[in-house]
């Protein structure tokens, strides 16, 4: 079953135009990653996904304009919180955690991981302990939606 027919099942789920293969080149050189496959098939099908306050990131699009919030909440976290290079974030839940999808230089699937997202003294974040939930991307998607 694809992500789009998956996603169908529930009319609670949100949904957007998906991706083309050079927004997800985009993502990749602004993230500095090779995505892995499960996730591309995702972008490209769905662009993101909204159930509730769970997100799966990605590509936001309208018929006018292309957003990129996988790349923003990611930079943002390397940045403010931390995060390694080898996570993007698919989740986030602000001053709480996050869903990190772990990749390896080749673009290999290593699993999603959640993290707190603390605040020490002087209010800098940092992301916590990491914690492996899901072995794959599509294990992932599947018990999450």
Aim: with cysteine; aromatic share 14%.
């Amino acid at each position: 079953m694809s992500y789009i027919d998956r996603l169908k099942q529930n009319s609670e789920i949100e949904y957007c135009i998906g991706a083309t293969e050079s927004e997800i080149k985009y993502i990749e050189m602004e993230l500095s990653i090779i995505l892995p496959e499960q996730y591309k098939s995702f972008l490209l099908e769905c662009g993101m996904t909204i159930f509730g306050d769970t997100h799966i990131e990605g590509v936001f699009k309208t018929n006018e304009e292309t957003f990129f919030p996988i790349i923003e909440i990611t930079k943002m976290l390397r940045s403010e919180a931390g995060l390694s290079d080898e996570f993007i974030v698919l989740n986030y839940e602000v001053d709480e955690y996050a869903d990190l999808y772990k990749i390896s230089k080749d673009g290999n699937d290593l699993g999603i991981y959640g993290a707190e997202i603390t605040y020490d003294e002087n209010n800098q974040s940092k992301t916590g302990y990491l914690l492996k939930q899901y072995n794959s991307f599509d294990e992932y998607f599947m018990i999450t939606l």
